[in-house]
Nanobody, 123 residues
Framework: QLQLVESGGGLVQPGGSLRLSCTGSGGRLESYAVGWFRQAPGKERDQIACITSVTSEEVTYYDDSVWGRFTIRRDNSRNAVFLQMTSLKLGDTAVYYC??????????????WGQGTRVTVSS
């Protein structure tokens, strides 16, 4: 079955950048919509970015909190999806997760959650 591994988190100063990776094994990520989520301690897990798997009509979505700062993209040769984060703010501090949606869209049932990678934005 498909398994996902997140990586790329770390400590970064406000205004800095990080690139997170979601790498799949046991299945092809290009067959799924892929979402990025984040969860701060004691808070609900929120979807922040997503990319669909619709043939000839790939679409990306972003939460308002990250719009214009984060970019999601695929690298199918590496069976991976990246989240490029720029202009990081203190409020971006969270554990970041990726997941897939077998129905090809960015809402509904998510599965194959990874273990998460921690991002800490601090001076």
């Amino acid at each position: 079955q498909l398994q996902l591994v997140e990586s790329g988190g770390g400590l970064v100063q406000p205004g800095g950048s990080l690139r997170l990776s979601c790498t799949g094994s046991g299945g092809r990520l290009e067959s799924y919509a892929v979402g990025w989520f984040r969860q701060a301690p004691g808070k609900e897990r929120d979807q922040i970015a997503c990319i669909t798997s619709v043939t000839s009509e790939e679409v990306t979505y972003y939460d308002d909190s990250v719009w214009g700062r984060f970019t999601i993209r695929r690298d199918n040769s590496r069976n991976a999806v990246f989240l490029q984060m720029t202009s990081l703010k203190l409020g971006d501090t969270a554990v970041y997760y990726c997941a897939v949606n077998q129905f090809h869209y960015c809402s509904g049932q998510w599965s194959s959650w990874g273990q998460g990678t921690r991002v800490t934005v601090s001076s």
